[in-house]
C-alpha cells in the first residue's frame, strides 16, 4: 500500500536506504525448488555495478547478495525469500549540506513535502542505489522465466544524441554503454567524457526486448501486460516515457500501415510491440524508456532551503553522467519481474487445455 | 488479480461486454457523505458518447449511469457504489463473422490464446466501450478532487499528423476533438473525412494536464505517481506510449537544461511535469499519450481463423476513425482515479503535521 | 481496501442494500470455460431463502440470479462475473423509525459512528440480505471444487439449546433446519415456536464439513487455511465463535491425546481438523461455528438516539427466530470461496512435480 | 499473495527461518516522524523469548530487534522498515531426523505435500520461533495505538484445565503465565512441571482485551474488525478456536438476553465484544484463544516416512510445554496489527467530521 512492493503472485518488497546498513528485498511467491545461490546474482549485479565503466560512478562496492532466507540446501522452499546488499563504501558527510537545501530534479524537494523526515545521505530511499534490490529479484524472476525459452535483453539505443544505428544484439556486452553498435559506443565514450568535463548530465533511450514470450500474458482491463509493465519501468528513477512496438510513430501510420496483417507463420509485422488488448501474443515484446539526464550536476543551481529561503547549491558528490549504462539491467530486471509475475497469474486460471494454445 | 480492479483504497472493478447487458463498475472506498446523482455523470458520458462527432462512430446510446447501490437520500453512504449503463443499440449479428476469423490490430487473436473462449460480439470485454464504465467512476473521483481544487483537462495535441500550435484551454469543448487550437482543430475535421472516405483510420496525441494538484502525493518505490500515472493511461486500448514532462525531449537535453530551478515562488520550469522523485511536487502536472489509429478500418487485410488457416477480413462493422475525441474524456477518468486514490492514500499515513507542508 | 472485497485470486466484490434495488456480486478471476446458467443458482438460493421454514422471515422473494456478465452462450469467459439479485418485496415504511434511533444488537451504532450517513432501511448494507451475494458466489466457487471431489456441506449441531445427537448427513436436507438428526431437528421446531412466541430469539452451533480437500491448500504464515476460514466465517453476521477440528476442547488435551498419529493409511484421528501448520493435510476439514441469537426481537428495549438522548425501541419488523437454517448454505458458501481461492493460489506456485504428493 | 503478508496499509511482511540466518519483518506504511529506537523493542522481546518460565523451552536468544532500514535519527522516515532478529542459538543437528519422518501435530507432513522441500531444522519456517517477528512488528504497531489511548493486554484464563478465577489485570506481568490470577497461576506452576515430567504437554486459553478502542473502526462486509481479528489469531500456530464477547456462550442465550442495552453512558453490558456490524462500537474488545496442547512431546508415536512407510518417532528436542504464556505477547502483537491497520484505513476515507463521532 505505500508503494514498496510490485508484483501479484510473484510479489517482492525492497527496503532500504543509500548510506544505511544495506538494500534488500523480500519475495513472496516464489515457486519452491528452484535451484538459487549466491553465484546466481553475479552477473547482474556486475554489470549493475557502479565503476563498471567511464560514465559511471567512481564509488565501488562489491554489492553481493546474501540469500537471507527462503532457500534450504541451495533450492527455494516456497518460503520468503530476503536478498541482502550490505553497503560498504557509503560515506555520508558530503551530503550534510542537503539537511538544508533541496537539489533540483532529485525527490529532496517532494520528500520533504510528503514525509516532513527523510533520510537525505544520498538520495536515501531514492537514490538510484535502490534499484540493486531490484535486479537482485530480477534474477530470481528470471529462474521463472528461463525453463520457459523467454528472453529479456536490453540495450542502449541512443545517449546524448548519439544514436545506435546498426543493430547486432551480440555486440551488447561489448559496448561499455551495453550499446549494440560499436561505433555509437565509441561515439558515446566521447560525448560522456566531454560531458564529465563540463560537469554536466547526459540522458538516453534504452530498449528492452523479449524474445520467447508465450501468449496470453496480462489480464484485462487494467492489468494489460503493456499497462504492467509501462509501470515498471516508469517506477524507474530518470524515465520519463515509455514506448511500446511502434509507440509514439504510430500516432502518423494509418490503420492500414499500423495493424500488423496475420499469417500462419506469425505477425507479418510487429507495430503492437507484440501485445494486443493488453495480452501477450506470442511475437517479441518490444518497449523503450526515455532516461532524462541525471539530476545530480556539479554546477550551480538556484534552489531554496527549508525554509522557503533562495539558496545556490553546487554539490560535488559522486555520481554518474548519465542512468545508462547502469540502468540498463535494472529495466532488464523491472520486465522479468512483469513476465514471471503474469506468468504465474495465468497459471492460476489456466484451464490445462494445452489444445487452444496452439494450431 | 485477474486485472479488472484499479486503485487501492478508492478501488472500482469494471465489467461488463460490447453487446451484453451493460457495462458497470463497483466503487469500494469511496469516502460516505459524498453528494451524488445520477446528473453528475451525463456531461462526461455525453462527452465520451459515439456518435456526437464527425470522427466518432454513429452508434447511438443514451449511456445513462443507474446509481444501483452505495447513495441513500442522494448522498454516498461508505458501501459499495454499483454504477451500471445499459447496452441499448448493440445489434450483434455483423460479428458472427468474428466467430471464426480474428481482426488484426484487435485483442481477438491473443484472447483466443489466453481463454480459448470470449465474448467476441463487438470486442466483447476488450471493446472502447468498456471505457464507458471508467468514465462513469472517473465522475466520482472527481468529486473528491473537486473540493481540493485539483482540476484535471485533457485536450488533442495532434491527430492524423495535424498539429495544435496555439493552445488556448478555453476553447477545448469548442472543438469537436477537443482540439485547444480551433484552427488545427478544424484542419481536423478535413483529414478526418478524408480516412473515411478511404475506409482508412488515424492516431494521434493527447495530452492530460493536472491542475492544483497538492504536493506529497505518490509512493515511492514502485507506486510512484508517475508510474500509477503510466499505468492507468497506457491500460486504455489504443494507448501505444505514454510520457511526462519534458518526455522523450529529455533524452536530449543536458541535465544544467533539464533540472527545474526551484525558487520561493515555485519552480523556474516544469521539465520534471510535476513530479520528483515518484511523488507530486505541487507543479502542472503534464502527460502525453500517443495513440495508435484505431485497428477497425474497413479494407480487406489479411489474418487467419481460428484452424490456424490463411483467410481475408474485410469486417464493415461500425467504427471510430480514430480514438479521439472519445478518449479524451477516458484519459482525464483515469488521471482523476489515480490522483483521488494517492490522495486517500496520502491521507492514510498522514501525520496530520500541516506546519511541513508549508513555507 | 473498503472491505467488500474477499479472496485473492477467486475474488469477489459485493454490493447492494436491502432496500435499494438488489444486491450483487462481481467475481474477478473466474477460470474461463466453466459452464454456468442461472438454473445453477437455484438450489442453494432456495436453501437461503426466506420463509422456507418456520424460523425464517415471512419476507418472500424469488431471489433470481441474474447473470450480467462474463458468461457468453453458457460458459465463463474469465472476464468478470457480475451476478445480480433484484429485492422485490422490500417495504422499508416500517423502517423510519431507524432514522432516529439505534436497535441494540445491530451495527445501527457502529455504522452511524463510522459513516455518520448510512442506509438504515432493513439495515442496509450490514442485513443479513448482504449473504444472498455470498451465496451466489459461492455456487460459482463450487463450480471449481466440484471437478476436484471437493464436498462442503454444513449443518445445525445446536439451536436454542437442543443438540444433534446422532449424525446423519443424509438426513440434512430433509430437516428444516438442516440438522442431520431428525429427532433433535423435531425439538428445535418447538423451541423455535416458543421463541416466536414469546417474540424472542435464539443462537445455535453449525458445523462445516469439507471431504475431499486435497493437501497443500493454505499459504503460511498469514493466509493460513485455517485462518483465512476464520476469517470467512466470522465476517458473517452474528457468528461469534469460530472453532476448528477439536477446538476449544483441544484445551483440555494432553499432546499425546491430540496429536493425529499418522499411518499409511491417512491419519488415526483428526483433532487437527485437516489443517496442520496452516496447510491442508487431505483429512476431512472440520469447523464450527457460533451463532448469537438474532438481535431483532420484538420486545422493547433500552436504547439512545442520533442526539444520545435515552430511548425505548419496541421493532415490529419481519424478521427471523434465528439465523440458522438460512445461514447454513451461507456458510457453506464462505468455505468454498475460500476453497476455491486457495486452489487456484495453490496451482499459481505448483511446480507441476506430482510425484511429491503420493505416496 | 503467498501468505506472508499482513495488513492492508500498515502491511508486514515476514522472513525467515528457525535455523536459518533469522527472522525478520519489512513494515511498509508505517507513517513518518514516530521516534523508535532498537530499545522499543526489549520489553515485548524478552516477554516472548524462551526460557524466560519454567513452562518455556530453555532455549536461550538475546532476540536483539536490528533496525536495518526506515529509521533515520531516531525517527521513522516513511520509508520501508526492516527488523531483523538474528538466530544465534540454533543447533540444527538434532533435526536432522526429521528430513525423513513427520512429526505428528506439526506441519511436516502437509508442507512436505505443499511444496515437496522445505526447511525442517526447528520447524524451519513454520517453527514458533517465527512469531518473534510479529512481535517485532507489533511494538511499532503498538506507537500508532498509544497516542489514541489504546490499551492491549492479553492474559491466560486457563493453562491445562486450570482456570483463573479472580481476574486482577494489575497481577499480570508477576505470574509466570501471564495470568492475572496468582493462585490460579500457582497451580499452573505444578500442572506444567507435572507435564514436564510426564514428557507430555498442555493447552490453554487466552483472553485479549482492548480498551480505549475508537468507535468506527473495521470495514464491512468482509474485513469486519472482529473477521481480521478471527484472522489474525487463527494465523498463529497452536490456535485451533477464537470467539468475541460472549462467543459460544451466546449461542444459549435469548435475543433479549444477549442485546446490549445502549444508554447515554455507553452499553450497559457487552455480550457483543465491542464490535457491532463488523465496527467497534466504543466499548471494550473482547476476544479468546483456543490452544491446543504443543505437538512437540518427547513420548513416542506413530508416524510415516517421506515415503509414506510406517515409522516410531521419539524426538527429543528442546520444545516448550505449552504455547502459553509466550504467545501472550504474540497475541497481544497480532491485535496491534489489525487495530493499527484499521486505524490507519479508516483515516484514509475519514470526511474528518469530528461532530458525528461525539454526542
Known amino acids: 500500500m505505500a508503494g514498496n512492493s510490485f508484483g501479484r503472485i510473484f510479489r517482492i518488497t525492497t527496503f532500504g536506504e543509500s548510506h544505511g546498513n544495506g538494500l534488500g528485498v ?11 545461490t549466491r553465484e546466481d546474482f553475479v552477473r547482474d549485479m556486475v554489470r549493475r555495478r ?24 541451495d533450492i527455494t522452499t516456497g518460503a520468503p525469500l530476503m536478498l541482502f546488499i550490505r553497503n560498504q563504501d557509503a560515506d555520508s558527510r558530503p551530503y550534510e549540506v542537503l539537511r538544508e537545501v533541496f537539489r533540483p530534479g532529485h525527490g529532496d524537494y517532494s520528500y520533504f513535502r510528503k514525509y516532513g523526515h527523510f533520510d537525505f545521505r544520498g538520495g536515501g530511499r531514492y537514490s538510484a542505489r535502490e534499484t540493486a534490490a531490484r535486479v537482485a529479484a530480477g534474477v530470481v524472476a528470471g ?12 540495450y542502449t539505443l541512443e545517449l546524448g544524441g548519439v544514436k545506435a544505428k546498426d543493430i547486432d544484439l551480440s555486440l551488447i556486452e561489448k559496448s561499455l554503454f551495453f550499446c549494440p553498435d560499436l561505433l555509437a559506443s565509441k561515439k558515446m565514450e566521447e560525448i560522456v567524457s566531454n560531458a564529465r568535463k563540463e560537469e554536466n548530465s547526459l540522458g538516453g533511450i534504452v530498449e528492452i526486448l523479449v524474445k520467447g514470450c508465450p501468449a496470453g500474458l496480462g489480464e ?12 515498471a519501468i516508469m517506477s524507474v528513477g530518470t524515465v520519463k ?6 509507440g509514439f510513430e504510430a500516432v502518423r501510420l494509418r490503420g492500414s500501415e499500423n495493424n500488423d496483417p496475420i499469417t500462419p507463420k506469425g505477425f507479418r509485422s510487429n507495430h503492437a510491440g507484440g501485445i494486443l488488448g493488453g495480452i501477450s501474443n506470442g511475437d517479441d515484446i518490444v518497449l523503450r524508456a526515455a532516461m532524462k539526464p541525471v539530476p545530480s550536476i556539479n554546477l550551480e543551481q538556484d534552489t531554496i532551503d527549508r525554509k522557503g529561503q533562495p539558496s545556490k547549491l553546487r554539490f560535488a558528490g559522486r555520481h554518474d553522467i548519465a542512468s545508462i549504462p547502469r540502468i540498463v539491467p535494472v529495466l532488464e530486471a523491472m520486465v522479468k519481474l512483469v ?18 494454445r496452439q494450431f
Open 26 to 36: 523480500v519475495i513472496d511467491g516464489c515457486p519452491p525448488r528452484i535451484p538459487l
Open 50 to 73: 557502479p565503476g563498471a565503466a567511464p560514465v559511471a560512478s567512481p564509488r565501488k562496492e562489491a554489492d553481493q547478495v546474501e540469500i537471507q532466507s527462503g532457500v534450504f540446501e
Open 143 to 154: 529462474k521463472i522465466l528461463d525453463p520457459l525459452g523467454v528472453k529479456v535483453v536490453a
Open 220 to 231: 484485462p482491463v487494467f492489468d494489460k501486460l503493456d499497462a504492467d509493465l509501462a509501470k
Open 241 to 246: 516515457g515509455v514506448e511500446i512496438g511502434a
Open 339 to 356: 513476465l514471471a509475475d503474469h506468468y504465474l497469474r495465468s497459471k492460476a486460471i489456466d484451464s490445462n487445455d494445452s489444445q487452444r
